[in-house]
Nanobody
Framework: EVQLVESGGGLVQAGGSLKLSCAAS????????IAWFRQAPGKEREAVST????????QYADSVKGRFTISTDNAKNTMSLQMNSLKPEDTAVYYC?????????WGQGTQVTVSS
């Protein structure tokens, strides 16, 4: 079965850190571009960070630059999002995604709540 499963969400105080992980199965992970998205209540889903299939190109939303770091471990078929200096506005459901051409694979999402 093709799937992505996120973990690592939770409640943290402002200024704290969380590391989200996403485990991939059922597809050739290192052929796909990888991304993390988030959706806050009442807002559209937005891209947080992306990494190319070869890991050579990473991109971040301006709102998280310098605070979040995306990474992949192709040997373990996992991706991660290290989130530091968290702010209340980072509160959202976070989704991992993998894309190759017209194929999109999405995880179920994990809640991140940052208290002030």
């Amino acid at each position: 079965e093709v799937q992505l499963v996120e973990s690592g969400g939770g409640l943290v105080q402002a200024g704290g850190s969380l590391k989200l992980s996403c485990a991939a199965s059922g597809f050739i992970f290192n052929e796909y571009a990888i991304a993390w998205f988030r959706q806050a209540p009442g807002k559209e889903r937005e891209a947080v960070s992306t990494i190319s299939s070869d890991g050579g190109i990473t991109q971040y939303a301006d709102s998280v630059k310098g605070r979040f770091t995306i990474s992949t471990d192709n040997a373990k078929n996992t991706m991660s999002l290290q989130m530091n200096s968290l702010k209340p506005e980072d509160t959202a459901v976070y989704y991992c995604a993998a894309a190759l051409g017209s194929i999109d694979i999405w995880g179920q999402g994990t809640q991140v709540t940052v208290s002030s």
